[in-house]
């Protein structure tokens, strides 16, 4: 199966929460990240975790880590139409090998 | 803005043909790694350098090639392209850490 899983698509309202999933499999993951990729763009970088936090919190963005059930999570409060992008998770190994993993993203859409 | 450029930023080649796209990072960015994105997945790594030397290579043929420049810029060459080669080329470029700043990326189509 896929090292790291993530649901296709989300849509909700603007000004509500979004949360967008992301489960991956491999248990040496030492960084997991979520980028945002907006059409023809490349990847921008929103935030990253260390595999030995639990929750990272960052202006309106929250990360939620359960290393125990590798389920990883972005919180996007009071949600935007600007932030109608694809959400990339990904995770890397504390192994001087600095590749990055990704999901398959999920695209937000954020509806007025 | 992450200060990592890439050039060109489209590109059309022919099946057989080989192809030079380039990064250029941002000074004192030792690694650049670089992805391949096909139309709706996620980057796929193809190889990183760091200080020059190739330092981890994902599944990708021995066709893909990269070089990495004193002046912290790099090249990814692909030789006797195929059709499945079309896509989003991203490089991606840090200090030796685990963040690492993506230019917009280069789209290659192969007829």
């Not at chain 2, 057989?16 to 139309?39: D, E, F, I, K, P």
């Not at chain 2, 599944?59 to 080669?85: K, M």
Request: contains cysteine; charged residues 20%.
């Amino acid at each position: 199966g896929e090292d790291v899983e993530q649901s296709l698509f989300l849509s909700v309202r603007e000004g509500d929460s979004s949360v967008i999933n992301c489960t991956y499999t491999d248990s040496s993951s030492t960084y997991l990240y979520w980028y945002k990729q907006e059409p023809g763009a490349g990847l921008q970088l929103l935030t990253y975790i260390f595999s030995n936090m639990d929750m990272k919190q960052d202006q309106r963005l929250t990360v939620l880590l359960n290393k125990k059930d590798k389920h990883l999570s972005l919180r996007i409060a009071d949600t935007q139409t600007g932030d109608s992008a694809i959400y990339f998770c990904a995770e890397s190994k504390d192994t001087g090998r600095r590749a990055l993993t990704f999901g398959s993203g999920t695209r937000l859409q954020v509806q007025p | 803005e992450t200060g990592v450029t890439q050039s060109p930023t489209h590109l059309i080649k022919t099946r057989g043909q080989q192809v030079t796209l380039r990064c250029s990072s941002q000074s004192g960015h030792n690694t650049v790694s670089w992805y391949q994105q096909a139309l709706g997945q996620g980057p796929q790594f193809i190889f990183q350098y760091y200080r020059e030397e190739e330092n981890g290579r994902g599944n990708f043929p021995p066709r893909f090639s990269g070089l990495q420049f004193p002046n912290y810029s790099s090249e990814l060459n692909v030789n006797a392209l195929e059709l499945d080669d079309s896509a989003l080329y991203l490089c991606a470029s840090g200090i030796s850490t685990d963040t690492q700043y993506f230019g917009p990326g280069t789209r290659l189509t192969v007829l």
